[in-house]
């Protein structure tokens, strides 16, 4: 069945230091959200992402969106402390697309 | 604007008890999940609703009963709980199938 996996689980930096995860599709892909969740919160939706190739900034965050659109990346430059949670991407069920199939996340720590 | 509202946010239940979690919002979004956040196993949909009235099953369904006779309420029921229901249970909405989902501030459920 279709999968998504995400790399890696887990996430350590020193404050300052960039970070990126990466959300990678078994098929290809009419689109992809990206989420954070903060320690005890409930995810937030961060952005979507359609087209291939295409890249968006927010601020210290710049998402992509392959050009075969079964991948996408997350990528924080100089992380701070505010920036610690899971980060989830969620895709379009292939089978029915009503459904977001979710990956594991990705867990950031950042050392001050 | 309240967003989603999930009530309540903490329950401990004894093996065998129903129990009903309440989701209601407030933004006239025609579409509304359940979803269960295990550690280690990200979201995983439980149910799901595409308008009032209409309901159909997500990837973890089995002990779990939903229905939809309003817009605004999507009320999950357990019918015979079991500690493998022991989990956090997220209520999200969206206004279409490639919107962002919003998502209440979750439940926290301990099955005994």
């Known amino acids: 069945g279709q999968q998504v996996m995400q790399i890696p689980q887990y996430q350590h930096v020193q404050e300052g230091e960039d970070f990126t995860t990466y959300c990678n599709s078994s098929t290809t892909l009419s689109n992809i959200q990206w989420y954070k969740q903060r320690p005890g919160g409930h995810p937030v939706f961060l952005i979507q992402?359609?087209?291939s190739g295409e890249v968006k900034k927010q601020k210290r965050l710049t998402f992509q969106f392959g050009e075969a659109k079964k991948n996408s990346s997350l990528h924080i430059t100089a992380t701070q402390t505010t920036d610690v949670g899971t980060y989830f991407c969620?895709?379009?069920?292939?089978?029915?697309?009503?459904?977001?199939?979710w990956g594991l996340g990705t867990s950031l720590a950042v050392n001050p | 604007n309240a967003g989603v509202t999930q009530t309540p946010k903490f329950q401990v239940l004894k093996t065998g008890q129903s129990m009903t979690l309440q989701c209601a919002q407030d933004m006239n979004h025609e579409y509304m999940s359940w979803y269960r956040q295990d550690p280690g196993m990200g979201l995983r949909l439980i149910h799901y609703s595409v308008g009032a009235g209409i309901t159909d099953q997500g990837e973890v369904p089995n002990g779990y009963n939903v229905s939809r006779s309003t817009t605004e309420d999507f009320p999950l029921r357990l019918l015979s709980a079991a500690p493998s229901q022991t989990s956090v249970y997220f209520c999200?909405?969206?206004?279409?199938?490639?919107?962002?989902?919003?998502f209440g501030p979750g439940t926290r459920l301990t099955v005994t």
């Open positions: 969620a895709v379009p069920n292939a089978g029915n697309n009503r459904k977001l199939i």
């Open positions: 999200a909405s969206t206004p279409g199938q490639f919107y962002e989902q919003y």
């Open positions: 992402l359609v087209k």
